[in-house]
């Protein structure tokens, strides 16, 4: 079983960029689809983006379609999240997590790995 720690979160105007990273643990990664998720104050956790085992297929929610980019790298064991153009509305605890199945899509039941979570605030 892998291990997701995230990092790169912090406070950043509108209109500004981050860039979050997840860091996980052994070797089986690569086989895992990988996905993040954010939740803020008094919401559920929601969706935001996924992507294969192999990188070749992202998905992404529509709030954040054009805005952010997810990719990896399983020589190094590591998925980021780019965010450009934050938005007020995009501030959240932001998670990584994996399937070993594969599953790349927004019910997060699915996925049976989680990160601890790192904060984005986006102020104005």
């Known amino acids: 079983?892998?291990?997701?720690?995230?990092?790169?979160?912090?406070?950043?105007?509108?209109?500004?960029?981050?860039?979050?990273?997840?860091?996980?643990?052994?070797?089986?990664?690569?086989?895992?689809?990988?996905?993040?998720?954010?939740?803020?104050?008094?919401?559920?956790?929601?969706?935001?983006?996924?992507?294969?085992?192999?990188?070749?297929s992202a998905y992404y929610a529509d709030s954040v379609k054009g805005r952010f980019t997810i990719s990896r790298d399983n020589a190094k064991n590591t998925g980021d999240l780019q965010m450009n153009s934050l938005k007020l509305e995009d501030t959240a605890v932001y998670y990584c997590a994996a399937d070993n199945r594969g599953y790349t899509g927004e019910r997060r039941s699915e996925y049976d790995v989680w990160g601890q979570g790192t904060q984005v605030t986006v102020s104005s």
Do not use: N, T
């Open 1 to 56: 079983q892998v291990q997701l720690v995230e990092s790169g979160g912090g406070l950043v105007q509108a209109g500004g960029s981050l860039r979050l990273s997840c860091a996980a643990s052994g070797r089986a990664f690569r086989a895992y689809s990988m996905g993040w998720f954010r939740q803020a104050p008094g919401k559920e956790r929601e969706f935001v983006a996924a992507i294969s085992w192999s990188g070749d």
